[in-house]
């Protein structure tokens, strides 16, 4: 019982799960996952069991599989498997086997939870597991947030037994005589966390037999370290980065103070995907390259006159639009632009919204994103402008000048810089007598 209260008290105390969760869990067959479901049953949680067959070890995966679908009839559980082509899938994608059943298990594990509406996926890696994850995490270059190895809890992904060592899950399975099945390629240091579970920490307990003991404490150190950065980082975030609509501005001015920190300048850009090479470059380009563009995974950033602008990743849409005579609204996805008759009284003084003349216009027209070498007569001036030249003059940076759409007539002519500039020769004169009001929303 000792070993199921201790369950208990650190899924409450870690928040994993709710009786009103249902339970997905991966089960291989090996003592770890055949004890989580034993004890899931114990505890009284609504699950299913879902096996992986990886098809890697012939007979023997197929044993593992009879095995989980017994034991899973046994506790009443709705069962189900995948089997998978690993090593096709591995050579296709050019990935190690490894690598390969991950990506296949944790996809499979995704699209199982919504079909049969479960609410968390269990993973059962313990203690053990925690301390090999922190070890190998020093062979790679992870920073502190590797050294806190394996977390309770990310997204849906639950790890109810990080409470329990190795040798506990041991003595829990005989003490309940639960079925279970050896996967020799656990035993094979050919593999990293094998090398680091059968041959590194052996050494260190020869140094320190109370090492895994320590190395928990530890982890707990880095844990509260870390969560005291985060603190720190995300106070300065607040402050330097201003969320506005889609896009996030940051003042260069309040940036300066912490962009020769490399660490700090790491950590604010984190949830961005910005590497530290990119970092390096934007602390190089800061006061010297405007208009330039760093780029992660996820994000884009522009330097511009006296801020960046960060937004997520995304390719510009095309925009093509014929507009009919008499059209009275144009769908222009996160806008529309209305066309209304008018009064010769107004005289365009508002960028959203232009008086034209009427009878000029020649249909359809056609609303579409400018382009490289487009030229035309801006409001109150008599000699063309290249639309780019007009760009820098308003100082419009480079991200703005994605979303501009422009207004042609039927002739090819730029009737509106929809949002910016009216086309001089299209305005409304003493002349006119029909007059077409656009608004743009």
Not at 9 to 18: G, N, T
């Amino acid at each position: 019982m000792a070993t199921i209260n201790k369950l208990k008290s650190f899924i409450k105390e870690k928040q994993l799960l709710s009786t009103a969760d249902k339970v997905l869990l991966a089960v291989s067959g090996g003592k770890d996952s055949m004890l989580m479901a034993c004890l899931f049953h114990d505890l009284g949680y609504q699950c299913i069991v879902a096996h992986c067959n990886f098809q890697l070890r012939a007979e023997e995966s197929d044993l593992d599989e009879a095995l989980v679908r017994q034991y899973a009839e046994e506790l009443g559980y709705p069962f189900f498997v995948k089997r998978f082509d690993t090593e096709k899938y591995a050579k296709k994608h050019k990935e190690s086997i490894q690598m390969a059943a991950r990506t296949l298990r944790y996809a499979w594990f995704e699209e199982l939870k919504l079909a049969e509406g479960c609410t968390v996926i269990c993973i059962a890696q313990h203690l053990n597991d925690h301390i090999e994850t922190a070890l190998l995490n020093l062979t790679r270059s992870t920073g502190l947030q590797g050294l806190l190895g394996i977390s309770p809890r990310r997204e849906d992904i639950v790890r109810p037994l990080l409470c329990l060592t190795a040798e506990e899950v041991e003595k829990t399975v005989a003490e309940y005589n639960v079925p279970y099945r050896d996967d020799q390629s656990n035993f094979s240091t050919k593999y990293a966390r094998n090398k680091v579970r059968l041959e590194i920490i052996p050494k260190f307990e020869e140094i320190q037999p109370e090492f895994k003991a320590i190395m928990i404490q530890n982890i707990k150190h880095f844990e509260d370290s870390y969560s005291f950065i985060k603190k720190q980082v995300n106070a300065i975030r607040e402050q330097v980065f201003q969320k506005e609509e889609n896009r996030i501005l940051i003042n260069k001015a309040a940036l300066a103070p912490h962009i020769s920190d490399s660490y700090l300048l790491f950590e604010l850009f984190k949830p961005y995907d910005f590497n530290r090479e990119i970092l390096i470059d934007l602390q190089d380009c800061l006061d010297r390259e405007m208009g330039q563009v760093f780029q992660s995974s996820s994000h884009e950033l522009l330097l511009d006159r006296d801020k960046l602008i960060l937004r997520p990743r995304a390719s510009v849409g095309k925009l093509e639009i014929k507009i009919e005579q008499g059209t009275k609204v144009v769908d222009l996805g996160n806008a529309e632009l209305a066309l209304q008759p008018g009064s010769i009284d107004y005289r365009n003084k508002e960028k959203h919204q232009v008086d034209v003349d009427a009878e000029l216009l020649i249909y359809p027209l056609v609303i579409r994103n400018w382009r490289e070498g487009d030229v035309f007569v801006p409001f109150g001036m008599i000699g063309r402008k290249k639309l780019s030249d007009f760009f820098i003059q308003q100082k419009i940076n480079r991200f703005e000048k994605e979303r501009v759409a422009i207004l042609l007539n039927g002739n090819g002519e730029i009737v509106w810089i929809i949002n910016h500039r009216l086309d001089n020769r299209y305005k409304v004169t003493e002349n006119t007598k029909k007059v077409l009001t656009l608004v743009y929303k």
